[in-house]
């Protein structure tokens, strides 16, 4: 199975500073890989796709990169709502994979 | 618009079965696969397997393999997950998810999601 390490565990940032959130594949996924949002009692949320496209209805200050092992997430200005935990996960082969995921808090 | 709505929360015994409805609407729903996603509480999200309505193909991780079910019943858009011969670690929030069929290989990113059904298993 494709292991996702997402580093930090913890980022602590204060509201409009930039964020920049880590996931790196144990094996090459080409750009399959996409980033979700989840807030406390909430479902998560698709944020990105194929390592850099964002989905539908979500605001230009996130944006993805990468392709093979190592992307990246960007928040370029954190607002209030985006503190929540941020996941990566996997197509790039069976099993699908999520990351351990990186918890994104106000400092 | 497009909404998948799961089935309410379950107590369940060890040793027990329980199964879990996925309803979608606003989309044909022959045109994408559905994901089942676990989250224990306090942890990250497991991925559990997928089922195809279009052929009724399934994948099922090897940790649930022989206890877990996926089925469709395209008469009312509603995909089923079955978990049989529960444990005190299955007791998780189960959501379920919509996930394109991609021309070759696994499924696309997952851009819709049920509320989640929260299972309990307890004596």
């Known amino acids: 199975d494709i292991v996702l390490t997402q580093s930090p565990a913890t980022l602590s940032l204060s509201p409009g500073e930039r964020a920049t959130l880590s996931c790196r594949a144990s094996q090459g996924v080409s750009r399959y890989l996409a980033w979700y949002q989840q807030k406390p009692g909430q479902a998560p949320r698709l944020l990105i796709y194929?390592?850099?496209n964002r989905a539908t209805g979500i605001p230009g200050r996130f944006s993805g990169s990468g392709s093979g092992t190592d992307f990246t997430l960007t928040i370029s200005s954190l607002e209030p709502e985006d503190f929540a935990v941020y996941y990566c996960?996997?197509?790039?082969?069976?099993?699908?994979?999520f990351g351990g995921g990186t918890r994104v808090e106000i400092k | 618009q497009v909404h998948l709505v799961q089935s309410g929360a379950e107590v369940k015994m060890p040793g027990a079965s329980v199964k879990v409805s996925c309803k979608a609407s606003g989309y044909s729903f022959n045109t994408a696969g559905i994901i089942w996603v676990r989250q224990a509480p306090g942890q990250g999200l497991e991925w559990m397997g997928w089922i195809n309505p279009n052929n009724g193909n399934t994948y099922y991780i090897e940790n649930v393999q022989g206890r877990v079910t996926m089925t469709t019943d395209t008469s009312t858009s509603t995909v089923y997950m079955e978990v049989r011969s529960l444990r005190s670690d299955d007791t998780a929030m189960y959501y379920c998810?919509?996930?394109?069929?991609?021309?070759?290989?696994?499924?696309?990113?997952?851009?819709?999601w049920g509320q989640g059904t929260m299972v309990t298993v307890s004596s």
């Open positions: 998810a919509r996930a394109p069929v991609a021309k070759m290989g696994p499924p696309g990113a997952f851009d819709i």
């Open positions: 996960q996997q197509r790039g082969n069976w099993p699908l994979t």
């Open positions: 194929d390592a850099s």
